[in-house]
């Protein structure tokens, strides 16, 4: 359970720094491009400015959910390294402030997101926050070493909320691109935990490295990226794909399963000798194979737009 405490157990000093802060900008940049190649790629067009505004609003969604998580998860996050910083565990911002933003900016951005576009688009925004914040902060994290498998879910929504955005519903193309990144996040995560594991068995998280270890972690992500990878290169046979996508998917796939045979097949006394630089090699690639795969639908729709795809044939 978190510390309530934090609540009122600190007289905050925010500055506009630790708002921006709450936000999680590196993983809002995430939730943000995945969501504008949903929305471009869609089959219907959207007016630019409506476009902007949708994007905006995701976004502030986004961060709302990472408040909510900040608020929450400040008892543990003063015992990680990597978290120790934030602006709650740190003292530069009280519980409560953490909590009010969050809910201000969740009820703001699901309501002017839906008054903005179309109100599934804005409820499912809605439940993009609700899974992330209670689903995954709450519940799951503390509670089971699948954590980071379902609520995965939560990042994978918003290509999905993009796409609603312009057709006002779901097809087979966003749930490709939801299969993506949800299929993505446990090898992504689990790299990291492999060289951040006492951080979490310090705050007492049930990561797969701390209660199944790292060898099994190591099988873990080979496995998923061997699932991950007819997921990612079928996604080209879908109407948002083509042979540029194709090409880029075989490439990224094949180097994301090398690296991941690579994990498992390290001793630990050597990963521990060489501070593991692969382990960290393949969670930084990771972020790059996501990119490579969402910047390569967007240039599939350019080529489409400008009637590359119909002069080749493709589709």
Known sequence: MSDIGY????????????????????????????????????????????????????ALGG??????????????DKIMRRTANRPIPAGRMTGGEALGFGLGLSGISCVMLALATNVFSGLFLAFTIFFY????????????????VIGGAAGAFPPMI??????????????????LVFLWTPPHFWALALFMKEDYSNAGVPMLTVTH????????????????????????????GGP???????????????????????DEAAAQADSYKVEKRVFYFSLLYLF????????????????????????
């Open 63 to 76: 961060g709302a959910s990472a408040a909510l998580n900040m608020w929450y998860d400040a008892d543990i």
């Open 162 to 179: 993009g796409w609603a955005v312009a057709t006002g519903g779901i097809s087979v193309e966003p749930v490709a691109m939801f299969m």
């Open 244 to 266: 540029v996508y194709l090409a880029v998917a075989l490439v990224l796939n094949l180097m994301f399963i090398q690296g991941a045979w690579r994990i498992l097949k390290r």
């Open 7 to 58: 609540l009122e157990s600190k007289e905050g000093d925010a500055q506009l720094g630790d708002y921006i802060a709450l936000l999680k900008p590196r993983v809002m940049s995430l939730v943000v491009f995945t969501a504008f190649v949903g929305l471009v790629v869609a089959p219907v067009p959207v007016h630019p400015f409506v476009g902007f505004i949708a994007i905006l609003f995701i």
């Open 133 to 148: 914040a209670v689903v995954y902060t709450i519940w799951l994290k503390r509670s089971t070493p699948q954590n980071i």
């Open 213 to 240: 270890g790292r060898k099994s972690t190591r099988k873990h992500i080979f496995a998923y990226t061997l699932i991950l990878a007819p997921i990612a290169i079928g996604t080209g046979f879908t109407s948002i």
């Open 292 to 315: 490579g795969h969402f910047a390569a639908l967007l240039v599939e729709k350019c080529l489409d737009m400008m009637g590359v795809s119909q002069m080749f044939g493709w589709f």
